[in-house]
């Protein structure tokens, strides 16, 4: 190992591990992936079959038929998550600014002020902001 | 005058912030704390934390130490994949590692839940692909959705954060000290522990302690992997709110959590201090 070697001379056994490992690797990240792309084509699928046994669109024909409010609450989704990001982009400009360029007194308090926030998720406070914490808590 | 006219207009530049967090962050956090402390009555007692012991005294314990063990799996894996990528000799092979890694990093935590619930159980694909493979039997599959589940969960979604971070901080580091101990024969391994990590430990504890406190907010992962008993505070929490309408026991939750990220901030903060600026 302590020879440095060209990558082109690096050994058969040392490359196989390392694809080996990376083959692992991408098992993890995209299998649970894979596995919910399946299902949402999957038509029937039971114990023991390893693959789905029939496919087609019945789920999807279920979320987005006229009586379910899928596309209702995906639209809320974006509508809100866009407004967030304007609103807080709105809010927080002004005050990097300010941060940054301003002659600003007690600075370093306002920055502690927002450097707090980040460190307790709105989740905790429970009473009131339950409604504001953000949907992938 | 000049001066006093620049000042004032800095504060009104910064007022609407200040005024979204008073409401928004200040006003609930203090409510949530003095009612954590409020009995029934309206009275100050400690009702409310001696009940939250006796009830979920397990679920605190236990959802110490899953933050714990993820976040430790965390660190080991981001400096890995870290290391491997600033180390890596085969060019092609960083490039896929370095590809690879970044997924989970823009699924939500409520997705995450909703893949692993369905790879990790008995007959998911996970136990599937083993048992194809011929690794284990069908009859030896075991579903992974308690603990384990919550872990794999939060290591999954959470690793690509840290090494994102730590292999920024990694590519950055002098490259000069690393050819140096390569010149004097020290291994890849050995310089990844010995020289490298030494140097990016104040990026991976703001990683760490980012995603400790995010693990520990998490409401989703649990409750869709493993609401039994023992199960997480955040499921407990929910669970007086929604089912008991009990906010005092809930709040006491809230405030043991509270306590356990303030310990950590604590670290975090001194970090900051030590590095002579605020924390990043």
């Not at chain 1, 079959?49 to 809320?76: C, D, I, T």
């Not at chain 2, 136990?127 to 384990?148: A, I, K, Y």
């Not at chain 2, 730590?166 to 590519?171: K, L, Y």
């Amino acid at each position: 190992m302590s020879l440095r070697l060209h990558p082109l001379f690096m050994s058969w056994s040392q490359r196989l591990l390392t694809a080996l490992l990376l083959g692992v690797l991408a098992f993890a990240i995209f299998g649970p992936i894979a596995n919910m792309l399946l299902w949402a084509v999957t038509e029937v699928w039971y114990f023991p079959h390893k693959l789905p046994l029939e496919y087609g669109f019945s789920f999807w024909e279920r979320v987005f038929r006229p009586q379910g409010n899928a596309m209702e609450s995906l639209l809320n989704s974006i509508l809100i998550a866009l407004l967030t990001v304007l609103a807080s982009l709105a809010v927080s400009i002004p005050a990097g600014y300010a941060l940054g360029k301003g002659r600003l007194p007690w600075r370093s308090l306002f920055l502690l002020l927002f450097c707090c926030r980040r460190r307790f998720q709105p989740w905790r406070c429970t009473p009131i902001s339950r409604g504001f914490s953000t949907a992938s808590d | 005058m000049q001066l006093t006219k620049d000042r004032l207009q800095a504060l009104l530049l910064i007022l609407p912030a200040i005024a979204m967090i008073a409401c928004l962050f200040l006003y609930p956090l203090g409510f949530s704390l003095i009612s954590a402390f409020e009995g029934e009555a309206g009275d100050w007692t400690l009702e409310n934390f001696t009940k939250a012991y006796e009830l979920y005294s397990r679920d605190i314990l236990f959802t110490v130490l899953i933050i714990a063990l993820a976040t430790a799996l965390i660190a080991v894996l981001s400096i890995a994949i870290g290391g491997y990528i600033t180390l890596g000799e085969h060019p092609t092979l960083v490039a896929i590692l370095r590809w690879l890694y970044r997924w989970p990093l823009f699924i939500p935590f409520v997705v995450a839940g909703q893949l692993m619930r369905t790879f990790l159980a008995k007959n998911g694909m996970m136990n599937n692909t083993f048992v194809s493979l011929g690794w284990l039997e069908p009859l030896q599959t075991t579903s992974l959705l308690d603990w384990r589940g919550i872990v794999i969960t939060f290591v999954w979604k959470q690793t690509p954060f840290v090494t994102l971070l730590v292999a920024g901080a990694m590519a950055s580091l002098d490259r000069a000290t690393i050819e140096s101990a390569r010149n004097l024969g020290a291994g890849r391994l050995r310089i990844l522990l010995e020289i490298i990590t030494p140097q990016i430990v104040p990026t991976l504890l703001v990683g760490l302690i980012l995603s400790y406190v995010v693990m520990l907010s998490v409401l989703s992962v649990p409750l869709m992997i493993n609401a039994q008993t023992p199960t997480m505070m955040t499921v407990d929490m929910a669970w007086r709110i929604n089912a008991y309408g009990d906010y005092g026991v809930a709040n006491a939750l809230g405030f043991i959590s509270y306590g356990l990220t303030c310990a950590i901030a604590w670290i975090y903060l001194r970090q900051g201090i030590q590095q002579g600026g605020a924390p990043r």
